[in-house]
């Protein structure tokens, strides 16, 4: 019997035991992650912050699935070392676990800017947190008391959305960014300052082109001009690096990620990596969705039940999850006005919070940007899901109003339709699964897994489900 090794139990190694388990009963699987909780769904922590879910409800599986389903799970475990030639993994209990494939889904750990006084003794000083992990949202919980001074450092998607969640808390919240504006990976400038703007509007403070200078534990930040935040509390969201160690010290091909090929093979064929510490060729890491798409390849080829499958990139569409801000991102959307092969339309209302900026090439959608308009953002995420022509009413498009109204009903979208992009589930996988009995929500959550990602798609499921349960028994 095959012996497959996973080591990280986070959101990829957890994806890819249950693929396992779909798809081959009787494949021996053993999980290695160095958290001390069952698998949860990190995605969420920012609701868990807010306080709007509990660490709980985040959960994806843990012992009992493992013991149901055979799989040996070792929690609170660490990998410290490959042996490739013995085909072995040394645990930090010092046994040797022997592999015939081994899965690396290490994930990424956080970045931490090189101010003064924030790290000590290679650790992060009092009152300072990372926010990566549950238990980082139990220190971050801990402190984030009404009328609490916080500073978060990094304005990039993951910064601003645990800012959100602490100012719905009621802190004073100050985000100091290097760059000019917010999100600039997602967002162009303009973007940027109207996404400021209407966060200002919710209680949140800004410091642009500004970096920490020095942390003065119980006191507050200095920034690099000499300005002082009081701070009690200081959350580091500045980005991400690709947790490599182990491939590494192990002599795998290493860049800024461990590079993969279409079939997730490292440079030993014998090893593969996925997630966050996986680099492939055009896709960008560091979102669950290209994780989740790449669990599915590999299990597939792991257990024969597809020899041939191949991994071949991502397109992803970015999402805030943050209370009373609406914001989609896809594509290319660094492309100027001025570009001649494309044809790029913006428009602004800052007053109302509300920026669309569009980049077509050869007629079709190549890159948007979408604030405070959700219709827009719907329509337009479909016609680049699709990759067909967009409609030749670009300002109504950008507007949210280029499909009558009649249009936005479940039926009329396309089978192929995207619902769930965390899982890649579409309107005909949902179709599908209902007419093979799964009729409410956590059966179709259970049958296809829609809305067990950033949840964002659940109004869309439920739509489908009334259409579905009004349209019975043969929905198109
Ligand atoms: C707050 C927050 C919000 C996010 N929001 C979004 C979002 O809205 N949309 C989106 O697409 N993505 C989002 N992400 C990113 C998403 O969570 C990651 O892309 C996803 O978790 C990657 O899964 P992974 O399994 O590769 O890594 P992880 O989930 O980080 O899991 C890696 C696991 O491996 C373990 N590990 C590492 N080394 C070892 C070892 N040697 N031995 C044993 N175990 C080891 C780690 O402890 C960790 O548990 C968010 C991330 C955070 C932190």
Redo the contacts with the bound molecule.
Sequence with gaps: MRRVVV?????????LADELRRRDPDVSVTV????PHA?YN?????TV?AGTMTPESTRLHDERWAAEHGVDLRVG????EIDRSARTVELDSGELVPYDALVL????TPWVPPAEGLVEDGVLAPGVVA???LDDCAEIEAKAHRGAPVVVLGGG??GI??ARGLAGRGCLVTVVHPVGHLMERQLDPDAGHVLARTLGGLGIEFRLNSTAAKYLPGDGLVLDDGTHLPAELVVV?AG?RA?T??ARKAGLTVDRGIVVDDALRTSDPRVHA?????QHPGTV???????WDQAAVLADRLTGANPAARYRGTS?V??L?ARDVDLAALGDVHTGVDCPDSEVLCFQEPSRGRYAKLVLRDDRVAGAIVLGAPDAAATITQLYDRGIPAPTDRLALLLGRALPAEAASPADLPSSAVICR?NTVSKGQIVSAWRAGAESLPQLAEATRATT??GGCKDAVCGLLDWLGASQPAPA
Excluded: H, N, W
């Design positions: 080591v990280g139990y986070g959101m990829a190694g957890a994806r290695v992650g160095a958290e698998a990190r995605v969420l922590l920012s912050v475990c660490e990998v410290l889904a290490t994930g990424s926010f990566r992990t998607l993951l959305e645990a969201s991400v947790e160690s182990l996925i997630g966050d510490c996986a890491s560091g979102l669950v969705q290209p994780a992803v970015t999402r999850k965390c990602g950033c």
